[in-house]
């Protein structure tokens, strides 16, 4: 499966982990962060995941 980069137009290339999957993929080219949904191999939503995380709430770890 491939997905269309909305930043840059970059193909990026999804294994079949990638059929079933909601998450964030990383551009090669750009570096953008990518929200995606998938499922049976269909991609079902894409969006520019925001890049700067400031104001979600915090990690502890
Ligand atoms: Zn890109």
């Known amino acids: 499966m491939k997905i269309i980069c909305l930043s840059c ?3 990026v290339e ?4 990638y059929d079933d999957f909601e998450g964030l993929v990383k551009c ?3 570096g953008t962060m ?3 949904k998938t499922e049976e ?3 079902k939503a894409i969006k520019v995941a925001d890049p700067d995380p ?4 915090a990690q502890e770890n």
Do not use: N
């Open 41 to 43: 191999g269909k991609l």
């Open 14 to 17: 999804l294994d079949d982990a």
């Open 28 to 30: 090669v080219v750009c």
């Open 34 to 36: 990518l929200e995606i």
């Open 9 to 11: 137009g970059h193909k």
């Open 54 to 57: 400031r104001g979600s709430q």
